[in-house]
């Protein structure tokens, strides 16, 4: 048994103060479990962070994205999420090279057709551009959207508290 004396535990880091900026990433494989996956994902970093007033719209959003990359594309995606203040902005890559049409008045009955839709009605702001040709000749595409923090929650500075 070795002796905690020997080897102590280095201390642990302090959580990021709430403004402060942050990024994390998420890569899956063409797989229908990826956008659960990264919906559990997403909502665990925002929750972590105290940013529980943006997780159900991220979410939405993210899941969207997510299954569209999951549909359309025939490799990995990643959901990227960043947090500047009070702008988190999500970005879905995939390996489609076609970036989405927006379906001009889909039914509401509808099982495709309505994601840009949602994305214009709950997000801030959104977007997407096409990505080169990589080394491994592969092309793709990042289709993104931020969400705004209310200013009145929570109070810059604040650091939620972490489990130990």
């Known amino acids: 048994m070795d ?8 201390p642990r880091p302090a959580p990021i103060p709430f403004t402060e900026p942050w990024e994390y990433e998420l890569a899956f494989p063409r797989d229908p479990r990826g956008p659960g996956i990264a919906r559990i994902t997403l909502r665990a970093v925002l929750s972590a962070h105290g940013l529980h007033e943006l997780a159900d719209r ?3 959003l993210t899941s969207e994205l997510a299954t569209n990359s999951v549909r359309y ?6 959901v990227r999420l960043t947090w500047a203040h009070p702008v988190l902005r ?15 008045n889909p039914a509401s009955d509808a099982h495709c057709g309505r994601g840009l839709l949602i994305l214009d009605l709950v997000a801030h ?4 551009f096409p990505l080169g ?3 491994l000749g592969v092309l793709g595409k990042i289709i993104w959207f931020e969400l705004v923090l209310d200013p009145g929650s929570p109070p810059p500075g604040a650091v939620p508290a972490l489990a130990a």
């Open 73 to 78: 594309s025939r490799g990995p995606a990643a």
């Open 90 to 104: 999500v970005s879905v890559t995939d390996t489609g090279p076609h970036l989405p049409v927006p379906v001009p």
């Open 125 to 128: 702001r959104w977007g997407g």
């Open 58 to 60: 991220a979410e939405l």
């Open 133 to 135: 040709r990589s080394p």
């Open 3 to 10: 002796n905690p004396h020997l080897h102590p535990r280095p």
